[in-house]
């Protein structure tokens, strides 16, 4: 009897939970939506004015785009924890199909990464990152033991490649790395071993290595991937992007030179400033205290992250949590990085801010899923259940 009225007691409590939402999680991502239309405009305007385009055109879109991100972050959030788990093998299985079609689209800038849906372009690779963190939290969450056995390792890893060698094959490399570290925490969190996660780590710096001499890797690539090392060896080519953004953000100073008053920005110094290196936008324009403001949204958006990580009802929510928080922190550390020149230019986009559709609905349809997590948290911490 005792048994059953606090099982009972529990769910009125669930329930009473269930109506509030993460008010500094919901007000941070807005935030940072609201700004990224007007970041995108003053980093587009310029380029456009040249063109003789229209100026806010890019601005518009990040307005449609958001609005769009807005309306999928509030359906993700009322959708069951549970219901996510069931449809994760369909999600990821229509990932795989649209990564499929994108090998037969047209080649634009050397890749193959968009499918041309009219006025707008869908990539599959950007909703694979969210597909494939639901299918991998769905499979692990299924080991029944606190370690997981070499098999489900295995499975796990056979899961993620799949992906990751169609992605490769557009070629998208920064993908390919966010896949890798998100894998890993995960597969952590999951119950992997110190001497597992070591052996996979050496196996991943032994593929590397294969795919350098057996030329998998193309020498252009290989060029961006350390060029930001030995700028003085490098080629100006592979080292342009950077250099330009550093100056940019050196020139932002504590203050920022106000909006559209950034010289490189309005002489379109920065090239993709609008998507890629929108950051530097925001270090020229907003300067050191601007900047930081904006990289402590991402922050306190990441603690929420992991604090309903915390309180998630099951081992599947959890793993879906902590694999987003993965894969945002790695977002936002490679993006930020490469444009003070502490990582390489790999072309991930800064979630919420760069230019962009697909990426900005994609991230805030994972981050209503984690907000979905929190309005059903345990009352009772620690507490977990089946599914």
């Not at 769910?11 to 007000?27: G, M, S």
């Not at 707008?120 to 909703?127: D, G, L, N, W």
């Not at 932002?252 to 993709?272: K, M, W």
Request: proline content about 4%.
């Amino acid at each position: 009897m005792a048994l059953t009225a606090a099982r009972s007691g529990s769910t009125y409590l669930q329930r009473e939970r269930a109506l509030k939402p993460d008010v500094i999680l919901v007000l941070s991502f807005l935030l940072l939506a609201a700004i990224s239309i007007v970041m995108v405009y003053t980093a587009s305007a310029p380029r456009a004015r040249s063109l003789g385009e229209p100026e806010s055109a890019e601005a518009i879109k990040q307005a449609v785009f958001a609005v769009v991100g807005v309306v999928a972050f509030i359906v993700a959030s009322v959708i069951e924890p549970r219901t996510i788990r069931l449809s994760a093998p369909s999600v990821y299985l229509a990932s795989l199909v649209t990564l499929v079609v994108v090998q037969f689209t047209r080649v634009h800038d050397g890749a193959q990464r968009w499918i041309d849906l009219g006025p707008v372009q869908f990539q599959p690779s950007e909703a694979a990152k969210l597909a494939v963190i639901l299918a991998l939290a769905a499979l692990l969450a299924s080991e029944t033991g606190k370690v997981l056995s070499p098999t489900r390792i295995a499975q796990a890893l056979a899961l993620v490649a799949i992906p990751a060698v169609l992605i490769f094959m557009q070629p998208d490399l920064g993908t390919m790395l966010v896949f890798g570290f998100f894998t890993v925490v995960m597969l952590f969190v999951a119950g992997t071993t110190g001497r597992q996660l070591g052996f996979l780590m050496f196996a991943a710096v032994g593929g590397v290595v294969v795919m350098v001499q057996t030329n998998l890797l193309q020498a252009y690539q290989v060029r961006r991937l350390t060029a930001f090392l030995d700028e003085a060896g490098s080629s100006l080519d592979a080292v342009y992007n950077q250099q330009q953004s550093e100056i940019a953000i050196g020139a932002g100073g504590l203050f920022g030179t106000g909006l559209l008053n950034g010289a490189q920005t309005n002489l379109n110094f920065v090239p993709v400033q609008a998507s890629d290196f929108i950051f530097t936008a925001i270090g020229e324009q907003l300067g050191f205290i601007g900047a930081s403001l904006i990289l402590a949204l991402y922050a306190l958006i990441i603690w929420r992250i992991l604090m309903i990580a915390l309180v998630a009802r099951s081992q599947f929510s959890q793993l879906v949590a902590v694999g987003f928080a993965a894969m945002l922190m790695f977002h936002v550390f490679v993006n930020v990085g490469m444009t003070v020149k502490v990582m390489p230019v790999t072309g991930l986009p800064l979630p919420w801010m760069s230019a962009g559709g697909t990426a900005f609905v994609v991230m805030s349809t994972g981050l209503g899923i984690v907000h979905g997590i929190w309005m059903r948290r345990s009352p009772v911490p620690g507490e977990r259940s089946i599914l």
